[in-house]
Nanobody, 123 residues
Framework: QVQLVESGGGLVQPGGSLRLSCTAS????????IGWFRQAPGKERLGVSA????????YYADSMKGRFTISRDNAKNTVYLQMDSLRPEDTAVYYC????????????????WGQGTQVTVSA
């Protein structure tokens, strides 16, 4: 059974940084594509970034480029999302997911989701 567990969320001031982790069991992330998504209250889920666990190729939503960095540690079977220069509008629940056969942030292509971790950016 594939399970994903996110961690690292919390409360941070505007301009601050957080690093989210997504640790997998039941799947080897080097053989998978992993995505990060976020959902703010009352809004639809949005794709943030994705990574090819094998060769490390990455993809970012245009609005995240330059502030967010996705990476992986295959030895720990974990994918990270480093978030810098955080803004209040980045406040959301962040989810990681896996399942597609290509590098994409189209959420409908992902089958397995973590439970999410809350990120709140506020002074």
């Amino acid at each position: 059974q594939v399970q994903l567990v996110e961690s690292g969320g919390g409360l941070v001031q505007p301009g601050g940084s957080l690093r989210l982790s997504c640790t997998a069991s039941g799947v080897t992330l080097r053989d998978a594509y992993i995505g990060w998504f976020r959902q703010a209250p009352g809004k639809e889920r949005l794709g943030v970034s994705a990574i090819n666990g094998g060769d490390g190729t990455t993809y970012y939503a245009d609005s995240m480029k330059g502030r967010f960095t996705i990476s992986r540690d295959n030895a720990k079977n974990t994918v990270y999302l480093q978030m810098d220069s955080l803004r209040p509008e980045d406040t959301a629940v962040y989810y990681c997911a896996t399942g597609p056969q290509t590098l994409t942030i189209a959420s409908w292509m992902y089958r397995t989701w973590g439970q999410g971790t809350q990120v709140t950016v506020s002074a």
